[in-house]
């Protein structure tokens, strides 16, 4: 029915960039918030960024602000994840998720739907 997959992951030294891509798929009515989370070895998924569809911005902390940007092509179903000065503690696998409504038969349904993750790995 609906499908969200990411891409860009990958290994880069520390102080590199990545830029993650995940595209939703299937019988999609409407995309309300989209967002990138995070989780490490051992630790819990973390929020890392989530745009509204009107283009507005949330970041989890102000570092994570000044390095990552987060931003959505509404056209393509498709949120981004610009990544620069990558440091080691930000090894994790990146998932997108979508706050969507998508049609199931002919009703509507509304859920929040998860990517299968991306892994970004930051050498030091």
């Known amino acids: 029915q609906v499908q969200l997959v990411e891409s860009g992951g990958g290994l880069v030294q520390a102080g590199g960039s990545l830029r993650l891509s995940c595209a939703a798929s299937?019988?999609?009515?409407?995309?309300?918030?989209m967002g990138w989370y995070r989780q490490a070895p051992g630790k819990q998924r973390e929020l890392v960024a989530y745009?509204?569809?009107?283009?507005?911005?949330?970041y989890a902390t102000s570092a994570m602000k000044g390095r990552f940007t987060i931003s959505r092509d509404n056209a393509k179903s498709s949120v981004y994840l610009q990544m620069n000065s990558l440091k080691p503690e930000d090894t994790a696998v990146y998932y997108c998720?979508?706050?969507?409504?998508?049609?199931?038969?002919?009703?509507?349904?509304?859920?929040?739907?998860w990517g299968q993750g991306t892994q970004v790995t930051v050498s030091s």
């Open positions: 998720n979508a706050d969507l409504t998508y049609w199931s038969g002919t009703s509507r349904r509304s859920t929040v739907h």
């Open positions: 299937g019988s999609i009515f409407s995309i309300n918030r």
């Open positions: 745009i509204t569809s009107g283009g507005n911005t949330n």
